[in-house]
């Protein structure tokens, strides 16, 4: 196998996303600036990640995709104010798991201020996790310029953000910071909770696995779900053919009986 294949291998069996032959010119491009950076070839560079943890984290970081938006595939947000929330009392706890940079799970915290009206008094916490340290870094920092926060309307905008630290950003405001804690996790790896959550969004990051990945990760979120919890997924992520426990509630969306 040639350098730029041991690269793809290495990152396939650390993240589980499928690097196939065709993804080789991407990978290569991905990776361009950086061995240039680093005045090295692709051999050097294959070596030097087996032996440097950080330069590791730093490629997973280059070859992830951590695209995103504020109110993203908008009916599951839709579907939590208006069937899940109203379900709960007084304590709620959600994982978002693959949060790349953060504009997921402000969108939920969003939802949250929007539709429990006392919400102070709730125990109510939002988890954010994803493999890639800078899409986690942009996400905690919480700072949009204006381009990104367009799909909000004037009140969300108002309830979410404030002016930013840069001329033309946003940042989200401390009441929808309260509510959510950022964490590396990969999704392949021993995940440290110990309690179920009552929902998990984990949308847009299933395609990038094979389907053994797939299944194995499906049936996982499913124990990690409370009984009645709801599980999201990307809207072209249809879990048809993967053996799960899951009742189709809606387009993406699955409860645990
Ligand atoms: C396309 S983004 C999806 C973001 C968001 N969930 C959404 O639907 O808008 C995919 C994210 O999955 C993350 N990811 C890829 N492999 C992962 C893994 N093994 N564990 C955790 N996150 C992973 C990437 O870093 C990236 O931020």
């Given at each position: 196998m040639d350098a730029t294949g041991q690269v793809m291998a290495l990152v396939q069996e650390l993240t589980g996303i499928r690097l196939g032959p065709e993804k080789r010119t991407l990978v290569e491009a991905r990776l361009g600036k950086r061995l240039r950076q680093l005045g090295c070839d692709m051999r050097d560079y294959a070596r030097r990640l087996r032996q440097d943890e950080g330069e590791l984290l730093r490629c997973i970081d280059l070859i992830t995709t951590n695209h995103t938006a504020w109110k993203r595939e908008a009916a599951h947000f839709d579907d939590l104010a208006r069937r899940?929330?109203?379900?709960?009392?007084?304590r709620l706890r959600i994982w978002?798991?693959?949060?790349?940079?953060?504009e997921e799970p402000w969108t939920i915290a969003l939802t949250l201020l929007r539709h429990?009206?006392?919400?102070?008094?709730w125990d109510a916490a939002i988890l954010a996790t994803d493999i890639s340290t800078r899409a986690l870094a942009i996400a905690e920092r919480g700072v949009y310029p204006e381009e990104r926060v367009q799909a909000l309307s004037a009140e969300e905008r108002q309830l979410a953000l404030e002016p930013g630290p840069e001329r033309g950003t946003w940042s989200v405001r401390p009441a929808l910071r309260r509510l959510v804690t950022f964490a590396r996790l990969n999704l392949i790896d021993q995940w440290p909770m110990r309690r179920p959550f009552d929902a998990i969004f984990c949308r847009?990051?299933?395609?990038?696995?094979d389907q053994a990945t797939q299944t194995q990760l499906v049936q996982r979120l499913a124990g990690f779900l409370n009984r009645g919890g709801t599980l999201y997924v990307g809207m072209?992520?249809?879990?048809?053919g993967i053996p799960h426990p899951l009742r189709m509630q809606g387009p993406a969306i699955y409860v645990r009986p």
């Open positions: 899940v929330l109203p379900r709960l009392a007084g978002c798991a693959a949060a790349a940079t953060g429990i009206p006392d919400l102070q008094r847009n990051v299933m395609i990038y696995f072209s992520e249809s879990l048809t």
